[in-house]
C-alpha cells in the first residue's frame, strides 16, 4: 500500500509564502514523475507543476516565476514553495507520484488527500 501525505496549507495574506510536502510512504520501489495540482470551488482540477525524477520542472503559467517544485528522492518527497500569493491561488492542492512498486511493473498514479491553501487578507 503506497500513501501520501502532506503538510503546509493553511491561510496566508496576499504576498505572502508557503511551502508544501509531501512525503510517499509504504511499498515504493521508485517514483517516476512527481506532481502538484490544485482545485478551486467551480472548477476542474489543473496541473501546477510537474518534477521528473530526473529534476526536470515544468508549471503552470499562472504560477510560472512564483512557485517551485522540487524533490528529496531520498526521502520519497516533493515540495512546492510558493511566494508572492494571491487570491487567485486560494483551492485545495493535491500531490500524485507516479509510484513504482515492483520493478517488473509500471507506475501508477498516487494521490494525497489534499491541503487546503486559503490566501485572503
Known amino acids: 500500500q503506497v500513501q501520501l501525505v502532506e503538510s503546509g496549507g493553511g491561510l496566508v495574506q496576499p504576498g505572502g509564502s508557503l511551502r508544501l510536502s509531501c512525503a510517499a510512504s509504504g511499498r515504493i520501489f521508485s517514483i517516476d514523475a512527481m506532481s502538484w495540482y490544485r482545485q478551486a470551488p467551480g472548477r476542474q482540477r489543473e496541473l501546477v507543476a510537474a518534477i521528473t525524477s530526473g529534476g526536470s520542472t515544468n508549471y503552470a503559467d499562472s504560477v510560472k516565476g512564483r512557485f517551485t517544485i522540487s524533490r528529496d528522492n531520498a526521502k520519497n518527497t516533493v515540495y512546492l514553495q510558493m511566494n508572492s500569493l494571491k487570491p487567485e491561488d486560494t483551492a485545495v492542492y493535491y500531490c500524485?507520484?507516479?509510484?513504482?512498486?515492483?520493478?517488473?511493473?509500471?507506475?501508477?498514479?498516487?494521490w494525497g488527500q489534499g491541503t487546503q491553501v486559503t490566501v485572503s487578507s
Open positions: 500524485n507520484a507516479d509510484v513504482v512498486v515492483t520493478s517488473t511493473l509500471p507506475s501508477f498514479g498516487s
